[in-house]
């Protein structure tokens, strides 16, 4: 049983291995790799769970991430990020030890990797399908074309790899099914236009949860899922009973006259990711915490601001004298990468503690 | 000379002793008790600098710090933080090694101190003037009375302490200066009223950077200031010039049609905290890197999103070709507590690595 004397990042560890292979088994009966996103939980320890699973290949967020994953025994690891070329002597040792993908989309990278680069790497060409933040837009083939033809031996134009990450503004399925058709539609047309062989690489959480199966792609990479969040649940990727973390946090202070309560539960544990809805801004959900895990979400709580330290949350009028200074209350996060970044460490609900690359 | 691999959190060690010489400087001209607040550099060799302008009692936001604080040679820590009471066996030793303070505001948490700690500790009850975050209502002096006469010896009621956070929320002098004033004479007339000998201890950056003189307050506790960061300069705080942190983000893309650049430098760089103006959210203000810190903020650049790894930053049109990956970028973060929290670590301009507890 887990004991919690402070802000603590319960994880619900069924529920984690629950979602991840439900993915897993999505992707091997869809014939596609399943390359999970390791950005979400930091982990070594997490990672193994993947490998118990079948997962071989992973994808990282920064070549820091890549080298803390390469020490622990991943040796197919795709940085689904562009190309920094400052720490381009870290890829050169990096490219050595592990079958290392790059995600480029400029000529000045692709050279920086032919001359600095002696082991050979995939190379992704980064594509935009709508989402607007990084890749080429998927209709400038030409561009796409003279990039794949300037990546040189021993390199090899792997494939293209998209983000849909214009899903995560969705809340409607036929919204995010139709970013998705049009994403892999687009990639399809482009490979066909490119005329080679090429893999095609896509992972946003929303889309990959709402599929019922993949067609017409490769290789899947979404990591979020495995803890999910109340985004991802306000989305609908994930129903509430899906999300595996949950912060613990002890109550410090109770306002009868405000129908408050302050908890240690701040900015430096939940982040400062927010949602809204008509009632304004909000950081997460409140639940009741219990030995097995943890309750329902209690709907008509409200976390409704994080100081660095502080969280305050208003409690209905009726509940809010049952609560009292060290009770500990439990608050399902808006965006699980981020609370797990700033938390460091996990602790399962058998007490268990499970460490990230930060500790 | 520093050098820039990937996300890098600047640290301009002049500035940063500047600004918190300047706060000694005024403390004691006014007479008044310097105990700043640790909470936004969380580093030891930082504490030495405060220690080395004659600093000897510290401000800390949690257990934890405290004792990291205290291992590191400070033995005058004020915990300004509503007492977690699941903690009480760490207070237990702490009071035994150090001199500690504690902010109470609750019958149950003097009980648990009465009982639990043997060794004395200063007890401050927590006031709230207007901010409604924590602490009883100034005008409730009936109820802080009850909590005082509930301190046990060898426990002693210290003294009043305030935080007037919502100078936070202000960007004009003259209304900082009525928080201040109404908080410091609230605070007054309440000590008259309890007719005992308390200290009365206040903190926030805003009205303590503002003010010329402290008076009626024994001690002051602001922590922000050493580094500042840009909610300050709007608040009015500081000029632009004082900030003494800047994360050095890598640029990864240029995007020459949307006149915009991405860099590795995200919400696990910067935090997600923002600021708004007319043209809506924005996540801290870029400046160009120069060998001996950085330039005056570009004000027409805008950071109009941040991602768990990207920032995305848009450019005047007639900039962009400037611009090419591989360059590195400065931002100064919208609020430095949170981002040097996420970056674990500093380069000082000399290109000394300076840790924090976290690393």
């Not at 080298?67 to 050595?96: C, E, R, S, Y």
């Not at 994403?183 to 080679?196: I, T």
């Not at 976390?303 to 439990?330: A, C, M, N, W, Y």
């Amino acid at each position: 049983m887990y004991k919690v004397t402070k802000p603590t990042l319960l994880l619900d560890k069924k529920k984690a291995i629950k979602n991840i292979k439900r993915m897993a088994e999505k992707a091997k009966a869809s014939g596609v790799n399943y390359r999970p996103h390791f950005k979400t939980h930091f982990s070594k320890e997490i990672g193994e769970w993947y490998r118990d699973l079948g997962v071989k290949s992973i994808t990282v967020s920064s070549i820091d991430m890549a080298v803390f994953f390469a020490g622990h025994g991943w040796d197919d690891i795709t940085i689904a990020f562009p190309v920094n070329i400052l720490q381009m002597d870290v890829l050169k040792h990096l490219a050595k030890a592990v079958k290392l993908g790059l995600v480029v989309e400029s000529q000045s990278v692709i050279k920086a990797i032919n001359t600095e680069i002696e082991s050979a790497v995939d190379v992704y060409i980064k594509v935009d399908t709508g989402y607007h933040r990084v890749g080429i837009w998927h209709e400038n083939v030409e561009e796409i074309k003279q990039l794949g033809e300037a990546i040189a031996e021993p390199h090899q134009f792997k494939g293209l790899l998209a983000h849909f990450g214009h899903t995560y503004s969705e809340t409607k399925r036929e919204e995010i099914k139709s970013i998705y058709d049009y994403g892999v539609a687009s990639l399809n047309a482009l490979r066909d236009q490119l005329g080679q062989k090429l893999k095609i690489s896509i992972g946003d959480t929303p889309s990959c949860s709402l599929m019922d199966k993949f067609e017409n792609v490769d290789e899947i990479r979404p990591g979020n899922l495995i803890f999910y969040d109340v985004m991802q649940a306000n989305i609908g990727s994930c129903i509430k009973e899906d999300i595996a973390v949950c912060l613990a946090a002890p109550v410090v202070a109770v306002y009868l006259e405000r129908s408050e309560v302050v908890v240690h539960g701040g900015a430096v544990h939940l982040s400062k990711d927010r949602l809204n809805d008509d009632q304004g801004d909000y950081y997460g959900k409140v639940v009741l915490l219990e030995e097995k895990g943890w309750s329902q979400p209690l709907e008509d709580y409200r976390i409704k601001g994080l100081s660095q330290e502080h969280g305050k949350i208003t409690i209905p009028k009726d509940q809010i004298r049952k609560f009292k200074i060290g009770d500990v209350l439990g608050i399902l996060p808006v965006h699980s990468c981020l609370t797990a970044n700033l938390m460091k460490e996990y602790m399962t609900l058998r007490g268990e503690k499970v460490g990230t690359m930060h500790l």
